[in-house]
């Protein structure tokens, strides 16, 4: 099975500032998708940003953006301008290439508080 | 928008019970998956189906099993509720292809006694 690996079990941030969440993966693969989702206390699942390992560019949604190191297996998400509503559960996952069956593996999550 | 439903937002059940967990999405996807998720465990995948009447097992199917006999609608049965089936179950589903996301529902948090 994958491993996907989100060695920070809780961070914090003041709001207004940067925060970066971790997560690394392990793949043989060359070509791949990830993910992050984030889950509110409402439970709802919410894609934040995705990005393909073949794109060297790192993706970027609006405060949202994620640092690729491919070669260090390495998929890190910065919230820019962190405001209350960032505060979640982020997941990270991964997709293996030519998986039209669309499974993902998931890391343990990363419980982000944003203090006013 | 898609819309991903989960039939009950909380359950209570009994030991021994038969438990069937509703989802029903409406954009016509191909893919739908059963999920659960525990605090430090994050989400492991139960099963997860590809079209009508096909499954696949996930990571951990024991004590479960699925239905899918309509295109939109993927039921998640626990054949004999046990106390350590109590946890929060997540429905997604997702067209084909690699980059597409899934969507998920609100969650069923299910507890038995």
């Known amino acids: 099975a994958q491993t996907v690996t989100q060695s920070q079990p809780e961070m914090s941030v003041q709001e207004a500032e940067t925060v970066t969440l971790s997560c690394t993966y392990d793949t043989s693969e060359s070509d791949y998708y990830l993910f992050w989702y984030k889950q509110p206390p409402s439970r709802q699942m919410i894609l934040v940003i995705r990005q393909e390992a073949y794109k060297q560019q790192n993706a970027t949604e609006n405060r949202f953006s994620v640092n690729f190191q491919k070669a260090a297996k390495s998929f890190s998400l910065k919230i820019s301008d962190s405001q209350l509503g960032d505060a979640a559960m982020y997941f990270c996952a991964y997709r293996r290439p030519g998986s039209t069956l669309g499974r993902l593996y998931f890391g343990r999550g990363t419980q982000l508080t944003v203090w006013p | 928008d898609v819309k991903v439903t989960q039939s009950s937002r909380y359950l209570v059940k009994r030991t021994g019970e038969k438990v069937f967990l509703e989802c029903v999405q409406d954009m016509d996807h191909e893919n739908m998956f059963w999920y659960r998720q525990d605090p430090g465990l994050g989400l492991r995948l139960i099963y997860f189906s590809y079209d009508v009447k096909m499954k696949e097992k996930g990571d951990i199917p024991e004590g479960y099993s699925v239905s899918r006999e309509k295109k939109e609608r993927f039921s998640l049965i626990l054949e004999s509720a046990s106390t350590n089936q109590t946890s929060m179950y997540l429905c997604?589903?997702?067209?084909?292809?690699?980059?597409?996301?899934?969507?998920f529902g609100d969650g069923t948090r299910l507890s038995i006694l």
């Open positions: 997604a589903s997702s067209l084909l292809g690699p980059n597409q996301p899934q969507h």
